[in-house]
């Protein structure tokens, strides 16, 4: 396929050098789409029907369409609907399959297949040990797709219509991020025109995590997908600054909203004199009061405040050609752009309607308690504003140190200012952190478009965390949305979610556990330690295993640990390097673990976890979260009490 592609000739095809510029880059694209991966199997199923039905058809089922030489199909795209049963048939209902077979593959080698006969009632319904053994596979490198391995209730949400939007709650293991990734391609393969000319984006919270992931799209064969982190979102300003918790609770608050709402709309002015335009011998004139019954009506719209003060000029030219045209004229188009464009009117509108700089307007709020308070009144407590204003106001935009936060509030005024162009679709990973401004933020990127956000209440780990989805959702402009529950995990051993699952009646109570599927005796090791020779061992150890090791401590722990595995000699790598077969131990500071997994952990010291947050909860939340990154096995350490939570 990709040959016949590079074989093309366009020189008789193309009208000129334009068509064959655009021409020529949808053929590269082609071909970088179909390029070979070398560890990637064409198929990785197959489906035979039963004799009654489509002729006893058999289709092989694989990552993309896959054609012979004359077009015929050898292998049909998974998102295809004739694939759907390959993902949902069972014994109590074969969806007329007769035989399911799977494909187990090593380094990109079939090894094995695996039959199931759905119409067959005398054989056992039992879980397939190649599906089994693709979930249990070492992880060395990227997060890989799990096309092979989708399960019914994953399915139905990847295949789930565009129209709506789909929050998807999920503990850890239950391949939320996976099921996300995959609707993507989804989409995309259903929709394609649509998305083709609207775009798509996937947000995750850093950039370590956005590299983890960055290679299941194109194993999919989309390549045209976006990545990018709410700070990218939002990066109108450089952020160099950070806020403490209190102020960064109230500059997230959805109040804020409301508070730059009425910043942006003091900045117009009530008419104070009339507009004369002179044209020729003649002069027009607009008095006051109907220039104040123009910016009423302007305001009453509750338009953005940049495609106002655009319509401002174009209203007062339409008040003076009214004025004309009683006079017995004849103006046109012309002319009104004419009188638009008029130094007079010009000089009305800045007066009236000036521009605005949002970085300059936060500024101002964040700098000026007089301007906070007259915006803040009834919104703001008093206590509220105190927090979010400078103690030392800086001089300029440039100067500013901004935080985060700050850069959230910024794109909250450009967006009152100018509409922010909207997405077709937008995936929001690990959507539990955010704010509600930030959801406000993703939102305006979704406006006309859909949405599919994934979280884990329990996962909250900062002090502004979701504690309902309804309530996120409906900041994020989406309060129709359905939410799924994903409660089957495939990924953390039955022995390690169980443990980490003491600590959810103290953290999150009233939220599902999380019932893992995987059986492995012998996968949770709990022991003190001494010091960090006994976890540069344990580290060792975990290395003695196939795979990739996490060693994941409180960050204020990594440059000790760091230190001790360099003067042993262990190779270390940080989040988002890329794993190899040599250097397969990646040293992960807490904060960073969160959407990451690894074969083998080695969690350093609970305690400490716990006690690097600002309150209790936040740190349970954060030690759940690094208790559910082992795929395998997690070793434990403790140099001071456990904390009693975990029993």
């Known amino acids: 396929m990709r040959e016949d592609v590079e074989a093309l000739d366009i020189r ?84 007329d399959v007769r035989l399911r077979r799977r494909f187990g593959y090593t380094g990109g080698e079939l090894t094995a297949y695996e039959d199931e006969h759905l119409s067959d009632p005398a054989e056992a319904d039992r879980a397939g040990r190649l599906l089994q053994a693709e979930i249990e596979r070492p992880r060395v ?19 789930s219509g565009m129209t709506g939007t789909v929050c998807v709650q999920g503990g850890p293991g239950t391949g939320k ?30 950039r370590s995590f956005l590299h983890y992931i960055e290679q299941v799209l194109p194993a999919l064969g989309e390549l045209e997908v976006k990545q990018a982190t709410v700070a990218d979102l939002v990066a109108h300003v450089e952020v160099r600054g ?51 019954d123009i910016v009423a009506e302007l305001l009453d719209r509750d338009i953005r405040y940049g495609a106002a003060r655009a319509a401002l000029p174009q209203r007062i030219a339409h008040a003076v050609l009214v004025r004309m045209e009683q006079a017995g004229e004849a103006p046109d188009d012309r002319v009104q752009d004419a009188v638009a464009r008029s130094a007079a009117v010009k000089a009305a509108v800045k007066a009236i309607w000036p521009q605005v700089d949002p970085a300059k307007l936060v500024l101002r709020l964040l700098s000026e308690p007089e301007f906070l308070a ?43 200012v100018e509409r922010t162009p909207s997405l077709g679709h937008v995936v929001l990973d690990e959507a539990q952190d955010l704010s509600p401004m930030q959801y406000r933020a993703v939102g305006r990127r979704c406006t006309t478009g859909s949405a599919t956000v994934l979280g884990d209440l329990a996962q909250g780990t900062t002090p502004w965390a979701t504690t309902s989805w309804p309530e996120a959702l409906a900041h994020l402009g989406k309060p129709d949305a359905v939410v799924e529950e994903l409660t089957a995990g495939f990924r953390v051993p039955r022995e390690v979610i169980a443990y980490a699952s003491r600590l959810l009646p103290h953290m999150s109570p009233g939220l599902a556990e999380v019932r893992s599927v995987r059986e492995s005796p012998g996968s949770l090791e709990i022991r003190p330690s001494r010091g960090d020779a006994d976890v540069v061992a344990a580290c060792l150890s975990a290395l003695r295993h196939e795979g990739s090791t996490g060693l994941i401590a409180a960050d204020d722990r990594v440059p000790a640990l760091a230190a001790a595995l360099t003067d042993a000699g262990v190779p270390f790598l940080a989040p988002g ?60 350490l403790h140099s001071s009490p456990l904390p009693w939570q975990l029993g």
């Open 577 to 636: 390097e890329e794993t190899t077969r040599d250097a397969r131990l990646t040293l992960v500071p807490v904060s960073l673990a969160k959407g990451l997994e690894y074969d083998h952990v080695v969690l350093d010291d609970p305690a400490a976890v716990v006690a690097a947050e600002p309150d209790e909860r936040t740190g349970l939340r954060r030690l759940y979260v690094a208790l559910t990154r082992a795929v395998s096995g997690l070793t434990v």
């Open 242 to 292: 950070a806020d403490e918790p209190p102020a960064a609770l109230v500059k997230g608050d959805a109040r804020m909203a409301e508070v730059l709402r009425r910043a942006i709309r003091s900045r117009v002015t009530t008419p104070a004199e009339p507009v004369v335009v002179v044209r020729g011998s003649r002069r027009w004139r607009v008095p006051e009061y109907e220039l104040r």
């Open 374 to 416: 007259e915006h803040a009144e009834g919104v703001l407590s008093a206590d509220e504003q105190r927090a979010v204003l400078w103690t030392r106001p800086p001089r300029s935009v440039r100067s500013a140190r901004w935080s985060a936060a700050d850069a959230v509030l910024i794109d909250e005024a450009n967006d009152l």
């Open 177 to 206: 991020t996976a099921v996300g990734l995959h609707r993507v391609a989804y989409l995309l393969y259903a929709h394609r025109e649509r998305l083709a000319r609207t775009g798509t984006l996937v947000i995750g919270p850093n």
């Open 12 to 95: 008789d095809v193309t009208a000129n050098w334009v068509n064959a510029a655009v021409l020529q880059s949808q053929i590269d694209a082609r071909i970088k789409a179909l390029a070979d991966l070398a560890h990637t199997p064409l198929f990785f199923g197959r489906l035979d029907y039963q004799r009654t039905t489509q002729e006893g058809q058999r289709y092989y089922i694989g990552r993309r369409h896959v054609h012979d030489g004359g077009g015929d199909p050898m292998v049909i795209d998974w998102r295809a609907p004739v694939s759907q049963p390959f993902y949902r048939a069972s014994r109590r209902d074969p969806m």
């Open 141 to 159: 490198g990227p997060m890989r797709d799990i096309v092979a391995t989708i399960q019914p209730e994953q399915d139905e949400i990847v295949r």
